[in-house]
Nanobody, 122 residues
Framework: EVQLVESGGGLAQAGGSLRLSCAAS????????IGWFRQAPGKEREGVSC????????YYADSVKGRFTISSDNAKNTVYLQMNSLKPEDTAVYYC???????????????WGQGTQVTVSS
């Protein structure tokens, strides 16, 4: 059974940091890319960052570039999203998702996690 389980969400103050984790199981981790998405109330889902596990290449949305860092621990089948300099507009439910082979835009991901809430207070 494929599973993506997010953790690490919570409440942070503006300027603070949080680290999200996405633990993957049930598929060949090295054959996939893992993306992070977020959705705030009343807004469309937004692609935040992606990492291709096979070669470690990374991608970021302009809104988080320079503040967020995506990384993977292949031995643990886990992807992390380090979020620094948080802003109130980063408040959203954050999801991780898996896409076969490599990062390629923000559409048509194969598997999704259940999401974790991130709330940033001003």
């Amino acid at each position: 059974e494929v599973q993506l389980v997010e953790s690490g969400g919570g409440l942070a103050q503006a300027g603070g940091s949080l680290r999200l984790s996405c633990a993957a199981s049930g598929f060949t981790f090295d054959d996939y890319a893992i993306g992070w998405f977020r959705q705030a109330p009343g807004k469309e889902r937004e692609g935040v960052s992606c990492i291709s596990i096979s070669d470690g290449s990374t991608y970021y949305a302009d809104s988080v570039k320079g503040r967020f860092t995506i990384s993977s621990d292949n031995a643990k089948n886990t992807v992390y999203l380090q979020m620094n300099s948080l802003k109130p507009e980063d408040t959203a439910v954050y999801y991780c998702a898996a896409l076969i082979w490599a990062c390629a835009g923000w559409d048509e991901y194969d598997y999704w996690g259940q999401g974790t809430q991130v709330t940033v207070s001003s």
